[in-house]
């Protein structure tokens, strides 16, 4: 399993708290920026972070924001991404399991450390079940 990440300014220090659960997991990563609190736009980081994923370089992706919304949303414009804003474990594993989600969006402002380190975790574990739901996320593209 391999991890592209990404946060714009406020979701920095949240990003920096889950590389260290990540490399305490021995979870292979690239950190897509942004690198400091200084404003940037979160556009710029979700569309490296989605694409990375999209070509399949990662087997998934994790941004952060002070919502999440403006990186899922940026995420969702490519084709091949399936981006879920999840504020619970339980939204986390059913975004996998009924969505196939391949990017967690994650509200840097609206989490705990703690919140962030177990959604994430659940997400990342968490299979497709395929079946009907395979039917449904077949559904999804516009072609």
Known sequence: MTIAIGADHAGYLAKLKLIEFLKNKQIEYKDFGT???????YPDIAHLVAQAVENKEYTFGILFCGSGQGVNITANKHQGIRSALCWTKEIAVLSRQ?????ILALPARFLTEQEIMTIAEAFLNSPFEG?????????IPCS
């Open 35 to 41: 690198h400091s609190t200084d404003s940037v736009d």
């Open 131 to 139: 079946g009907r739901h395979q039917i449904r996320t077949a559904k």
């Open 98 to 102: 009924h969505n196939d989600a391949n």
